[in-house]
């Protein structure tokens, strides 16, 4: 049920919100921003080139993060989407992203280095998202012993210690 209005309700929002309300409003906003002499359009641009804008919804929280930003990676890869659709359905924008990347590319040029997450450094994400897999199937059912061999050889591969208590109770 929740799978289905995840899907639905941002369809109703786009042609409920923005078609019949927010659209109209912006629409007329521009036309009496024109016509009252307030503003005029850039150089080769008309007062309709305005009126054609992206509405976002806003962004959802994650429930598993590591899962859905792979889930985007493989999409975008893919060809299933673009990043700018991934980007704005988590509440961004491709252009602002890039920009952003690309100051930071400047920081790493100039020898500025930022320690934010050292401890992130150098791990295997492929490894956490197996293991965030399988005790998501141990949790909501499944093979056990199987799910455990998997989750062993997953923390021996991040050479991490395994508490065979923690995860076989």
Known sequence: ?????????????????????????????VDEAYLSGLWNPAAGKTVDDYKEIVWMNPARGHIHPVQEISACVEAIRAGITSRKRVAAALGENAEGIDAENARDQRARDLGLQYATYPALEGMNFQSVLQASEIEDAQEFGGNRRANSAAFRQCMRTEKRVYEPSKYNG
């Open 1 to 29: 049920m929740s799978d289905i209005l995840t899907k639905i309700i941002p369809h109703l929002q786009y042609q409920m919100i923005v078609r019949q309300f927010s659209q109209p409003i912006w629409e007329r906003f």
